[in-house]
């Protein structure tokens, strides 16, 4: 490599690295103050509880539509299971329904 194309790159890194670190710094477009705080489903115990359970399940197999862990789990199943397990609670099955129940 001769001197012009180690400046080239050299000078097209800093160019690129100061792009990325002023496009960090912008302000995304529609966004109006903080995110409005929720009720909670649960109380802060059914929550502990919920997340210790819920990492005693780390190992389980995936298995797509599955919801127990005698046969595995996808993402949604192994929430449906453990909300219901401990709190009672029956969440909707899907992403979709899962993001509209939380609003």
Known sequence: MNNSSICRVFFLSG???????LGGCS????VNGPPSRMQSMVSPDEASEVTVYAVGLVGTPYRYGGNTPVSGFDCSGLIGHVYKTRTGVSLPRSVSGLRQWGQ
């Open 15 to 21: 160019a690129l690295a100061a792009w990325l670190l």
């Open 27 to 30: 302000t995304l477009s529609g």
